[in-house]
């Protein structure tokens, strides 16, 4: 246990050291999540002509009045899905890149420790992103966020980031059968502004889409979102959001752990490993 917490700590202190000394790609990130929704935004209002009954027909949809913190919670959610996505769920193919990754998987620590360690790092710019959002939708949106919206915002994030993980460690695993991570991240990040409810209510999907976002963690995450801050009409009982999030968690946790030994098994008969 002391050797995997040993491997874990050098393993958050090198990607910690390492956002720093890239930090101008993350303050991108940040200023992305701030910048970008303003488009769909000025969109959902031009589309709309502020229309009684384009507005009426949005609140019955999305179960808010809130264009504006509807769109920049749901961007919310995508840029820190896409976050994981470039750090735990490529941290294979990055170890390759380094030519570390035979040494690593020579070391005796465990996979697992490996994938989730890797995953830590990141949430020091998720968290950071979640503050700017925070403050712009209040300044600027108009959005009422007291205390209290923000302890809510900092229980959902807690709450969901162990099956957001879960997701990176999954991609990070399946990054040794296909050997390349970047392909793998685009179709999840396709799948999540398409299904997840991003900029739009999911209820506007087909119905059997709308069971398919259902089921995604991101889904579930911006919906505890929009229904604890602005107080969007709740689809489901909260206690079964949470439980369901930290139940996908544990399963992909496992899977991932599960995938990665058979992945690496097979790839030491081929010799694709090597080829890495």
Do not use: H
Request: charged share 10%; hydrophobic share 55%; glycine share 8%.
């Amino acid at each position: 246990m002391t050797d995997q917490l040993t491997a874990a700590r050098a393993i958050i202190i090198r990607d910690l050291l390492q956002m720093w000394r890239y930090r101008a790609s993350y303050i991108m990130v940040m200023l992305t999540a701030v910048i970008l929704p303003q488009m769909y935004y000025l969109q959902a209002l031009g589309f709309s002509g502020q229309s009684p009954q384009a507005q009426e027909s949005f609140a019955q949809l999305s179960g808010t009045s809130q264009v504006g913190g509807f769109i920049y919670l749901g961007w919310a959610v995508l840029m820190w899905v896409s976050v994981i996505l470039y750090g735990p769920a490529s941290a294979l193919s990055a170890e390759r890149s380094r030519g570390t990754l035979e040494f690593i998987l020579l070391s005796p620590i465990s996979r697992l420790t490996m994938l989730l360690a890797s995953s830590v790092a990141p949430m020091v710019p998720t968290v950071l992103m979640f503050g700017v959002v925070a403050f712009f939708m209040r300044s600027t949106m108009q959005v009422e966020l007291g205390g209290g919206d923000l302890v809510t915002l900092a229980l959902v994030v807690l709450i969901s980031t162990p099956a957001l993980l879960a997701i990176g460690s999954m991609f990070s695993s399946l990054t040794v059968l296909t050997r390349d991570s970047g392909g793998l991240i685009a179709i999840a990040q396709g799948v999540v502004s398409i299904l997840c409810g991003v900029t739009y209510p999911i209820a506007v999907l087909p119905e059997a889409l709308q069971y398919i976002s259902q089921a995604l963690p991101p889904t579930q995450t911006i919906l505890l979102l929009r229904e604890g801050i602005l107080g969007a009409d709740p689809t489901g009982p909260v206690g079964w959001r949470v439980a369901y999030l930290l139940l996908v968690a544990v399963v992909l946790i496992v899977l991932s752990d599960v995938n990665l030994k058979l992945v690496l098994a097979r790839a030491r008969v081929t010799g694709r490993l090597g080829q890495f």
